[in-house]
């Protein structure tokens, strides 16, 4: 894809890269780009560093807020044709700049972060320089926090690919320079990676490449400008899992061989102070509600999708109330894997219906979740999950079988 740049620093080559990702961004990069540059000159003074903004042809005056932030490290600048937006195409423009200027290693961290601290370019690229190949973030949150991570993407890859990494679709990260060629070759590079999808596009290539793969603690949470978590709900779901669903078409060979998970190193947990937190509140009536909406809208579609003892089985949750609510992990497992060999059997014109029917399921899980945990603390709830993975773990066999 044809990029634009602006290279006033004549910068050929570069031991590090931190990549600043960007659509309309003026008012909060220039924040990002102070500390990212701070952390830099910090943590990493010896070597030669860049800083780009990998931007959607911003009108709001992103550039002239991300040259004008204060702070010393040499700064590039690329943008998408006007009219091209998604993170993904930032990325792909990224993945090309770093395999010219031969990095050898990459921090992506997002540009409307309110509270990313210069350790945190410490602790994505310090383990890639030690010999890591990828590195996920781990941030402290609430229980409530990215449900989708905790019921979908988490149980699902680690069920996959055999690794634990707990957050793996976060939007930042930490890669080696090698590792943009093998983005690049990727045989898919659809819609929803070019959009929502890349994250998790990158994280489960990273898993299937057998590249070493570490998960970084952060100390605190990811604080965000405020924005409406259901604004993009429904394209936020079904770009994640139909890049999920494609990527276990092209590592099918890899993913039914693993049997097991295993943990993932842990870097940075000599971390003094960990914040608290973001309280995350959850409208139980309404996704209570919005479960039976999505029965009675796509219950007609299940049968064609699901084994013969699933069906049944939502009609029992779809007649309880609210008060007893409660949505089985091993029931959810058997959708998910019923749902990846559905989408993997049919035409592309069919898969958005079946995406469509999944996410009343998800959000009744989320219900469950919900009613489950609630008076259990943090580190409770993170166990409750751990449980839920195990399951997932303990039904792939049935995964394995009907996929074939």
């Given at each position: 894809m044809a990029f634009y740049e602006e290279n006033p620093h004549k910068i050929d080559s570069a031991d590090i890269v931190a990549a600043i990702p960007?659509?309309?961004?003026?008012?909060?990069i220039g924040y990002v780009v102070e500390q990212v540059d701070r952390g830099l000159r910090e943590h990493f003074g010896h070597l030669k560093s860049v800083i780009i903004n990998c931007d959607n042809h911003s009108s709001d005056g992103t550039k002239e807020a991300f040259f004008s932030a204060p702070g010393q490290v040499p700064r590039m600048y690329l943008s998408t044709p006007?009219?091209?937006?998604?993170k993904g195409n930032n990325l792909r423009n990224l993945f090309e700049k770093v395999r010219e200027l031969?990095?050898?290693?990459?921090?992506?961290?997002?540009?409307?972060?309110?509270?990313?601290?210069?350790?945190?370019?410490?602790?994505?690229?310090e383990p890639i320089l030690k010999g890591v190949g990828y590195v996920c973030p781990l941030y402290v949150r609430h229980k409530y926090e990215a449900t989708m991570t905790s019921s979908i993407i988490y149980p699902?890859?680690?069920?996959?690919?055999?690794?634990?990494v707990r957050q793996p679709n976060v939007g930042d990260f930490g890669f080696k320079g090698k590792l943009a060629e093998v983005f690049l070759d990727s045989p898919v590079w659809?819609?929803?990676?070019?959009?929502?999808?890349?994250d998790i596009w990158m994280t489960n290539i990273a898993l299937s490449s057998r590249m070493p793969v570490c998960q970084s603690f952060?100390?605190?949470?990811?604080?965000?400008?405020v924005k409406d978590p259901y604004a993009h709900l429904n394209v936020l779901f079904q770009q994640v899992l139909?890049?999920?669903?494609?990527?276990m078409m092209v590592y099918a060979d890899f993913w039914k061989q693993v049997k097991w998970s295993k943990p993932t190193a842990l870097f940075g947990t000599d971390v003094h102070e960990v914040d608290t937190p973001i309280p995350v509140e959850v409208n139980a009536a309404r996704l209570h509600e919005r479960f039976l909406e999505g029965y009675d809208e796509h219950s007609a579609t299940w049968p064609r999708i699901f084994d013969q003892t699933v069906v049944p089985k939502l009609q029992e949750i779809h007649g309880m109330g609210l008060q007893h609510f409660s949505f089985p992990?091993?029931?959810?497992?058997?959708?998910?894997?019923?749902?990846?060999?559905?989408?993997h059997k049919m035409n592309a014109s069919e898969r958005g219906t079946l995406l469509d029917s999944l996410l009343p399921l998800y959000l009744g899980k989320v219900l469950s979740f919900v009613k489950k945990t609630e008076r259990m603390s943090l580190q409770q709830a993170e166990e409750y999950i751990e449980n839920e993975c195990t399951i997932f773990e303990e039904n792939k066999p049935y995964l394995v079988k009907v996929w074939e």
């Open positions: 960007s659509f309309s961004e003026a008012e909060g006007p009219g091209v937006r998604g031969r990095a050898e290693a990459v921090v992506v961290i997002e540009a409307d972060v309110k509270n990313v601290q210069p350790l945190w370019v410490k602790n994505l690229a699902l890859l680690r069920c996959l690919y055999g690794r634990r659809t819609e929803a990676v070019q959009n929502f999808g890349v952060m100390g605190g949470p990811k604080v965000h400008r139909s890049t999920i669903f494609d990527l992990t091993q029931t959810w497992a058997k959708i998910l894997f019923d749902a990846a060999t559905a989408y």
